[in-house]
């Protein structure tokens, strides 16, 4: 079938990195299975990581069908894109819908991006996954395949402004060996060998990140705990307690 927009949104988007003059670092592509199903993971710091991601793939020249939030297709803007491109919307009242969606994509050989932590995490580090993805791999009998982006928070995130200036910004993305889902395994056990997947590969991408915060007015995209300003994940959840 004709991808009669989600080429086009590629083309666009390419565009625009030049543009930004980003600087973007991805290894571990050929990691993303070249035909047939797959549930791509990945940590979630910006709200363009789908792009990101999806980047990714396309070297094994794959479009990506991302589950997200019911009420980004109802944007007038960015909802026609959405549908046009296949993504999943989720509707948190009425999950089921979503999760039969994926995986119906999944069976025809689609792969389909999930951002397991289900929200941006604002500390930069990774939150609790949510098994929903290691379930569709075993239902669909499909690989798992972790990734982890880093340097988009520092376009785009939760309680930042937008940074669409010509910044040079590098992103670094990383993508690790597939992991099998077999069925006669607890959701949960493969989900916690998930998370360790993404959190090694997060690791990597800060790791290899070419710059540093350039003064103490710019370390707030930086974990507390390699130094930045970002609040810890038990700052957020007093905050959210209170």
Known sequence: MAELVYRPV???????????????DCRG??????????VLVSNHISYLDFIFNGLAALPQKRLVRFMAKESVFR???????????????????RGEAAYEHALDSLRSGEVIGVFPEATISQSFT??????????????AGVP???????GTQRLWTKGQPRNFRRSHTPI???????LEAPRDQYAGAITRR??????????????AYPVRPRGAEDTWWMPAHLGGTAPTPEQLRLAEAH
């Open 29 to 38: 592509s050929e990691n993303i299975p070249r035909s047939g199903g797959a």
């Open 10 to 24: 590629i083309g666009f988007a390419r565009t625009m990195f030049k543009v930004w003059d980003l600087k973007i």
């Open 144 to 150: 798992l395949v972790p990734m982890a982006v880093w």
């Open 172 to 178: 670094t993305i990383r993508v690790g060996e597939a």
């Open 194 to 207: 998930l998370r360790e997947r993404v959190q090694e590969l997060l690791e990597a991408a800060q790791r």
């Open 126 to 139: 990774l939150k609790s996954f949510k098994s929903g993805a290691a379930r569709l791999a075993q239902e």
């Open 75 to 93: 944007h007038r803007i960015s909802g026609p894109l959405m549908r046009g491109m296949k993504h999943i919307p989720v509707d948190r009242a």
